[in-house]
């Protein structure tokens, strides 16, 4: 046998490497986008580095929450606007419009709800308009504000109502086209995530059961509804109840001089409700009570809330309304 000479050493170390390098990258290649590292900022990094991980940009809350129930693990959901005051109306950063344009799925809600969008360069090939499924039955504030009668204002405009998951029929139609989104990006997981789709579905049909109840149990009450906003138009209407708005705006003066308009002393069979979120202060909660409405707080599921799944939250937009109507 041939001694081994230098030369061939060198050789053998520098092929030793190689081979070790092309392990490493092997493994790397292979982790795929299931992998999860909580230093990564939006998933950005791993576009620009060239790996294979998938990255969803979701810009409203429950779109995201559905997005991820639906791919598990498999890919990487972002909802860069979670700690934003205002969602629908975020201010986006260059680092967020970085994280947009990398992504290799961007779903938008829709109905007016990205206003920032029209500032920003999305790219249309991969960028979905959930709520596109069913435009036509997008509201407008003119459309809820035609209801109206008594002291409650004029028009204020005709400005989309964006939280159409408050209505689980529109919900499910939005769930669809999520699902169908994510299945062309990743084919292979097509059937998994119907399953989990379908989950979602289920859960959104006995919230829908839930509400239908509540529509037959007040249809033949005497009823007066007030809404402080009129972002709960999707919810009032699946219930058939007829609602008076009141603007977001609305002070003391404004909203005594309406109840003191809409409450009738001489019937005792009247239901008086009126619809605010946690912003309405507590004078104002005072004041419906003094003239016989009863508050019930609508929570719109726009931004996460520690411990509290938007699930859960519908439900108790549910359970609210039932023990208001006596139900």
Not at 127 to 142: C, F, G, H, I, N
Request: aromatic residues 6%; proline residues 3%; charged residues 20%.
């Amino acid at each position: 046998m041939c001694p081994m000479t230098t030369s061939m050493r060198h050789n053998l170390m520098r092929h030793d490497r190689s081979r070790s390098l092309l392990l490493v990258a092997a493994v790397l290649l292979f982790s795929g986008c299931g992998a999860e590292d909580s230093s990564r900022v939006a998933g950005t990094d791993d576009l620009a580095n060239g790996s294979e991980s998938i990255t969803v940009v979701a810009t409203s809350y429950p779109v995201f929450v559905m997005a991820s129930e639906i791919v598990g693990d498999e890919c990487e959901v972002v909802f860069p606007a979670a700690d934003a005051t205002s969602p629908q109306a975020w201010k986006t950063s260059a680092k967020d419009i970085s994280v947009l344009q990398s992504a290799d799925l961007i779903l938008l809600n829709g109905a007016g709800y990205e206003a920032w969008a029209q500032q920003v360069s999305l790219p249309r090939s991969r960028t979905v308009e959930t709520s596109a499924a069913y435009e036509s039955k997008l509201k407008r504030v003119q459309d809820s504000v035609s209801h109206q009668h008594g002291p409650a204002g004029e028009n204020t405009g005709g400005d989309l109502l964006w939280a159409t998951w408050l209505d689980p029929q529109l919900a499910t139609l939005q769930l669809k086209a999520i699902e169908g989104a994510l299945s062309k990006v990743v084919p292979d997981q097509r059937a998994a995530f119907a399953a989990r789709g379908q989950t979602i579905a289920d859960r959104l049909a006995k919230l829908d059961q839930q509400i239908e109840q509540l529509a037959a149990a007040t249809a033949e009450k005497e009823m007066v509804v007030l809404s402080v906003g009129s972002e709960f138009e999707y919810l009032t209407a699946r219930l058939g109840w007829s609602v008076r708005w009141l603007p977001e705006s609305v002070d003391s003066a404004r909203l005594n001089e309406t109840l003191v308009d809409f409450a009738d002393a001489e019937s005792a069979s009247k239901l008086n409700i009126l619809l605010h979120t946690s912003s309405l202060i507590s004078p104002l909660r005072e004041a419906a009570a003094e003239h016989g409405f009863r508050a019930v707080e609508i929570d719109q599921c726009d931004q996460p809330i520690a411990e509290r799944s938007v699930w859960d939250r519908l439900q108790g937009n549910i359970e609210r309304l039932s023990h208001a109507a006596g139900s």
